[in-house]
């Protein structure tokens, strides 16, 4: 039977859910410190933001077509330098990673198994990744595409919940904000972004490549949604000051909404059980990606024998900071340095050597 | 497959190698005769007792032989020249008469219940249709019953089946094509589909995976089954297999291919997905509406049958705080004297269910229903009342297993109730968490698998959503607002309604 592309909803549904991930729980909090009740404004322009390296990675892909980017990557700029890009990748994955799994270890410690360790945690979820790490990307974009309904019920559940307590009052005023505080307020809601970059893969597998930029900015434009509305339903719910002081406020919002009468009282666990599938669908294809970028640089043709000793490294790396404000500060730094080069620098650079080499051609 | 010798020209020589080869075969009857107004031409025919129509023989073969032709005399000549066409041309009565060059061929067809006639003098054997032994008549599935709808099943006949579907699509682009598989087992395997519908690629994959199978013997399609699926390590069958000839048809129309194997009424279907196995034949026979209901009750159930006795652990051992105050008191009054803690509850429950199902499906009919009642009632009453079990797992447990029962296909529930299991011991180590685990590991098994290069998943994962195929999964659309052929199967001809 003939090989299944990845149809263009897919495609949607796998940028949706690899974006949204660990950074939603306390992205409205952190730009509320921020931007206040601006903070909206960050999330927009941050995702709007993406747009250039998303239409950079498209391209690239039309260029090279039916291939990925890890291997056409050594005809660009050479076999020893990508070999150099390759290795930075793979340290971006995997740190990113260990980064989600360790928050996402702290959050269900914290709301769902109070006497489990949190290694027990990690590594389940790692186990459990790996399994989807070993398949390829047509059966990852699926789990995506099936994730998406899951993310789509939450979100829609979530807002009707809140709307009987919502205070309108506590989002104004939604304007006021200090210009010199966007370039920080940016940089801080990009990374609630990243993930995106799976495309550098998918977008080979394609089945109609005509119209991939526009559904690959859908995918965003969605993100940037769920983004907002996180961030106002939060928002009027706590009240700025009050949105500050926490941690994960897209969590504790679920242990204020209570509705009397109602069978279901503790939203929360439901909540935190559903955005398990969310974050599982955010690492998912990390842990693919980190496989494939191995094969490359060790030239196989599998990429599934990779990924469980992948596991043993990234559970090594999550285990390393010391608390969660180590994880917030170190861990997270380090992620959006390697974040810049993996979706801002390699990209560009690969897209402007290959113009160039074109226009040298004709 | 080997030539073997050739037939000889003595009559004789060719009776010793048959009757070497069928040493010890006491099934097998010889008869030899002498033809001709002076008895001077031998004959003699080989069968196997029992797979043979003998009224068949008796009539229309050895009379004509033995009576008539010894009337008639025919001219010299053409005796010395021709005797053999003679014969097959002038006397025999059969419909179908076929030629063999070998003694293999000849061995071959009298084990299918054919009738093998050697005429002494000449190199090849008249092979005559007379096939005929006992079947069973037509009867209603015992699997598949329906409240509205055909009454007709599959037989053990392969003949018989295909005719019930050749009623049903009068169209000679409905091609039967036979395959016959297994070394020694010879079963006859027919592989049906519409030609034009179906999608060219599909039928190349089954006929080349057909082609592949070497094994001695194809017993029930279960094994045919087996060795041609995507992943025979899932618990999840990868191909419907049904009784009813409606279903298949219908499965024909939808582009689908459908094979059938001699000897057992379970027809296969392939490729099947997820909502395939959520759709029941009877679903097209009731009002859309309420068709539509039962769809998404199905699916519903669906989830019981997976998640509940896990949930129940989650919620009991590890994360009470998920139901509702007043729920989670009530359970934990319940659980109060109960000595174990849920998982073994659970566990044990559940054995004891598949201990009443396991015995049910052994003894049918009326002991059967006693074993339900007994086990139903008496175990679960008497295991409240001693306070080993909560009432509520009682609850649980039979909820769960009457959801499983809902669902059309009993492989699928099967499969299921595998994943089941495994949420359940995840969720006695992880409490929710591990149930989501669980969740994740079957999503991703899910995902993977394919039913003929098509993804089992489909059409919610994503192919086919453009075109609706949900209309027809999800709920069911009234006839005249279904006006194509789902997408999954990339069928030729897409359209239903024109």
Not at chain 1, 42 to 65: D, H, Q, S
Not at chain 2, 385 to 405: D, K, N, R
């Amino acid at each position: 039977m003939e090989e299944h592309k990845i149809s263009n909803g897919q495609l949607k549904a796998l940028i949706i859910t690899a974006n949204i991930g660990v950074g939603i729980l306390s992205l409205p909090s952190s730009i509320a410190d921020i931007m206040n009740n601006a903070g909206w404004i960050a999330i927009v322009l941050g995702g709007l933001a993406t747009l250039p390296f998303v239409y950079i990675m498209n391209k690239l892909a039309e260029m090279y077509r039916g291939r990925i980017f890890y291997e056409y990557g050594k005809e660009v700029v050479g076999n020893i330098l990508f070999k150099i890009f390759n290795v930075v990748y793979l340290t971006y994955f995997l740190v990113f990673l260990a980064f989600v799994v360790r928050i996402f270890g702290e959050v269900i410690e914290a709301y769902l198994l109070q006497n489990t360790p949190i290694e027990v945690i990690i590594l389940t979820m790692l186990l459990a990744t790996s399994y989807i790490g070993r398949s390829d990307i047509k059966s990852i974009s699926r789990m995506a595409f099936l994730i998406l309904y899951i993310i789509a019920i939450s979100t829609i559940i979530f807002v009707i919940l809140s709307l009987p307590t919502l205070d309108l009052t506590n989002l104004f005023p939604a304007f006021k904000f200090d210009i010199k505080d966007i370039p920080k307020g940016v940089s801080t809601v990009f990374f609630s972004y990243v993930g995106f970059e799976i495309i550098l893969i998918a977008l080979a597998y394609v089945e109609d490549s005509k119209s991939t930029l526009k559904f690959s900015f859908l995918g965003i434009f969605y993100t940037i949604l769920i983004y907002l509305v996180t961030f106002f339903i939060t928002l009027s719910q706590f009240g700025i000051h009050e949105l500050k002081k926490q941690i994960w406020p897209s969590i504790s919002i679920m242990r204020e909404i209570e509705l009397p009468g109602f069978f279901i009282e503790n939203l929360d666990g439901i909540m935190m059980a559903s955005w398990v599938l969310v974050v599982f669908a955010t690492m998912g294809p990390l842990m693919y990606a980190s496989g494939v970028v191995l094969s490359n640089l060790f030239n196989t043709r599998k990429h599934n024998f990779f990924v469980l000793p992948l596991v043993t490294i990234v559970m090594i790396i999550a285990l390393i900071p010391e608390s969660l404000t180590q994880v917030y500060s170190t861990m997270d730094m380090i992620v959006r340095y390697l974040a810049i080069f993996a979706i801002i620098i390699a990209p560009t650079i690969l897209f402007i050597v290959s113009l160039l080499k074109r226009r040298k051609r004709v | 497959m080997e030539k073997g010798d050739p037939v000889h020209k003595k009559l004789d020589k060719n009776m010793k190698k048959i009757k070497d080869i069928f040493k010890n075969c006491d099934d097998v009857v010889y008869r030899q005769f002498k033809v001709g107004i002076n008895q001077e031409f031998s004959l003699a025919i080989i069968y196997v007792d029992g797979l043979v129509n003998s009224d068949a023989i008796s009539d229309f073969a050895l009379r004509p032989l033995l009576e008539t032709a010894r009337k008639v005399e025919p001219t010299p000549l053409t005796i010395r020249d021709n005797l053999y066409s003679l014969i097959t041309e002038g006397n025999i009565s059969i419909s179908e008469v076929k030629e063999a060059e070998t003694i293999n061929e000849v061995v071959d067809a009298v084990l299918v219940g054919e009738t093998a006639l050697l005429i002494d003098g000449y190199e090849k054997v008249a092979i005559l249709s007379t096939r005929g032994w006992e079947k069973r008549g037509i009867d209603e599935p015992e699997t598949e019953t329906v409240i509205r709808g055909p009454r007709d099943g599959f037989t053990e006949t392969l003949r018989t089946n295909t005719v019930l579907i050749r009623r049903r699509i009068k169209d000679p682009r409905l091609k039967v094509k036979m395959v016959e598989i297994g070394e020694r087992s010879k079963t006859d395997v027919a592989v049906l589909y519409i030609e034009d519908i179906v999608n060219e690629k599909l039928l190349s994959e089954v006929k080349e995976r057909l082609e592949r199978i070497k094994i001695d013997a194809i017993i029930e399609s279960s094994v045919l089954e087996e060795l041609i699926e995507d992943n025979c390590i899932s618990p999840f069958p990868q191909m419907e297999n049904t009784e009813r000839p409606d279903s298949v048809a219908a499965s024909l129309l939808e582009g689908r291919v459908a094979l059938i194997v001699d000897n057992t009424p379970f027809v296969l279907v392939l490729p099947a997905t997820l909502g395939t196995f959520m759709q029941s034949s009877e679903d097209y026979y009731t009002r859309w509406a309420i068709a539509s209901v039962a769809r998404i009750i199905r699916y519903i159930a669906g989830f019981v049958a997976v998640l509940a006795p896990g949930l129940y652990i989650a919620t009991t051992a590890f994360n009470p705080e998920l139901l509702p105050t007043g729920l989670a008191f009530y359970v934990a009054s319940t659980r109060i004297n109960v000595p174990f803690p849920a998982v073994v509850e659970a566990f044990a429950m559940e054995l004891t269910i598949e201990f009443l199902r396991e015995a049910g499906t052994r003894i049918s009919g009326p002991i059967g229903t006693t074993i339900g009642i007994v086990g139903g009632l008496i175990i679960g009453q008497a295991a409240v009342e001693a306070g080993i079990v909560s009432p509520l797992m009682i609850i649980v447990v039979a909820l769960t297993t009457v959801a499983s029962f809902t669902l059309p296909s009993y492989e699928f529930a099967a499969g299921l109730r595998f994943y089941r299991f495994i949420i359940m011991i995840l969720a006695a180590i992880l409490g929710i968490y591990g149930v989501m685990l669980g969740l994740i590991v079957m999503g991703t098994h899910l995902v993977k698998l394919n039913s003929f290069g098509i993804p089992f998943t489909s059409p919610f994962s994503g192919l086919g959503f453009k075109t609706g195929d949900l209309k027809d999964v999800l709920v069911r659309v009234p006839v005249s607002k279904s006006k194509h052929r789902p997408d999954f199967t990339f069928p030729k001809d897409k359209k239903r309604i024109k």
